[in-house]
């Protein structure tokens, strides 16, 4: 009997010795949006335990409950992977609208700030002419 309980000891010892994968920390972040129609707008956001891409050595993870919604790129307004004319256009075509205006694109709405103004296209051409990562 003695020797059964060494051997399980020293089977379950061996089994913790080679798993090297561990979790030693984590945060809670927050996620959400507006939705709006007519005069009513509603924000809501949940907490989400590390949303977004994480990564250690060869591995990445991809979390929260939007997973590849994000804004890893905000300033391309088209979703082509590049950040050019045509985000340009967009942005121009609803430039000087606030959240509840016929013409208001919230995707042009870079700063999420319910307008699309200078600070949006300074944001857009500061990355001008480059790639989403």
């Known amino acids: 009997m003695l020797r059964k309980l060494a051997l399980i000891a020293t089977l379950a010892g061996s089994a913790a010795a080679f798993g090297q994968y561990e979790i030693n920390w984590f945060t809670i972040d927050g996620g959400g949006g507006t939705s709006a129609g007519g ?5 809501g956001t949940i907490g989400q335990p590390d949303a977004g891409i994480m990564g250690g050595g060869n591995y990445t993870l991809s979390g929260g409950f939007w997973v590849g919604v994000g804004e890893d790129c905000p300033a391309d307004l088209t979703g082509d992977g590049v950040i050019g004319l045509a985000d340009l256009a967009q942005l121009i075509a609803a430039f000087g609208t606030s959240l509840g205006d016929p013409n208001y ?5 870079i700063t999420g700030d319910d307008a699309v103004g200078l600070s949006d296209l300074a944001l857009l051409l500061s990355v001008f002419g480059t790639s989403c990562p």
Not at 39 to 43: E, I, L
């Open 39 to 43: 005069v009513y707008t509603v924000s």
């Open 105 to 109: 694109d919230p995707g042009a709405d």
